[in-house]
């Protein structure tokens, strides 16, 4: 069966890829329109890898609607497996089709010489209830019987069990799918296929080899300024370029999830909505959960969005690591740290390790300042602390 490779609507160049994408709202800069433009020419699968929130799955919506094509999605998840990626055979409907034709089973086998007929009779059925009649088609096989060119996207595919993974290598490969009771079922439109995955384990090479690779990561300064504007966020253009320089030193931080470009365009709506006309810690802080979503970076982008807001601001002392009560009484002069690296500590300690540096008070005699000696036992005490052993009766 031949494949239909004709696009509702193509792509020209790469040019004309970046112009369409964004008509619909995705900014791409050249190596994702050269990427995507190829994946249309070259008619092979793409996998995008890179941080969550890059724009991954978004890319994928909006090749859908840049082409005209009805997107299909599947969600990877631990645990998952064929009958719900690929297809499932549709037990009730068989059932319901068997009591249906009771009474036309019946005649098939109603003048069989023995049990071994009548079930040879009732197999040479089996294609009536094992045909396409009667499967469920997952998104899969939805994508690759569908008549209508269709974008199917393999959403977190890192997230799925190795066995689906490998399901996934003749589809990708051949553009089909093998199902043992029906046989080969061939795409009879050419899909785009978009794969994405956020990092969490690492895919097989033979998965990789299937596609066109890109690894997506956050935008520059420029470009996501860019995409907040084609946003329409109603955020003046000078507190959007501040808030994109804030939410890159976020994401410096070392935290669980940094904040993605479609958080940072929330952001933006949020301060746009409240009617922020400057940037403070404060009005930062009281909006931070837009963008921070983990108890633990919300402490720690708190603490640093003073510094993030103006960098050449004093921060009060009691934001300083010192000066809690805890009696530390570290000097914070250079003379007193220059002071401490040159000090050998183990030479002071040396120093000190002499025989008769204490006092007879300290060793509990009576005067001098000599070692300490061990003081005399008499054999009573010994006796009295070490009792002779006695012997077991026997």
Known sequence: MSITTEPIQGFTDVEDTRAQLATCGYLADDRLATTVFLQTRLEKPVLLEG??????????????????RRLIRLQC?????????????????????????????????????????????????????????????????EA???????????????????????VLLELLAEFQISIPEVGTVTAKTMPYVVLTSNNTRDLSAALKRRCLHLFLDYPDAARELEIIRSKDTGLADSLAARLVDIVRGIRDLELRKAPSISETVDWARTLAVLGVEELTADVLSTTLNVVVKYERDLKRVMDALPRLVDPNAEVPDHLHGHGHGHGHGHSHSPAADTADDDRDGRAERKAKDQPGRHNAGYYGGAGGTGPRTAPAVSTSQGSRAFPSARKRPL
């Open 51 to 68: 941080p969550a929130g890059v724009g991954k799955t978004q890319l994928a919506e909006s090749l859908a609607v840049a082409t005209g």
């Open 77 to 141: 998840y631990e645990g998952q497996d064929e009958t719900k990626a690929l297809y499932e055979w549709d037990y009730g409907k068989q059932l319901l089709y068997t009591q249906i034709l009771r009474e036309k089973i019946g005649q098939v086998v109603e003048d069989a010489a023995d049990l071994n007929e009548a079930v040879e009779r009732i197999a040479k059925q089996d294609s009536v209830f094992f045909s396409q009649r009667f499967l469920a088609a997952r998104p899969l096989l």
């Open 144 to 166: 690759i019987d569908s008549d209508t060119p269709v974008v199917l996207l393999i959403d977190e595919v890192d997230r799925a069990d190795e066995a689906l993974e490998a």
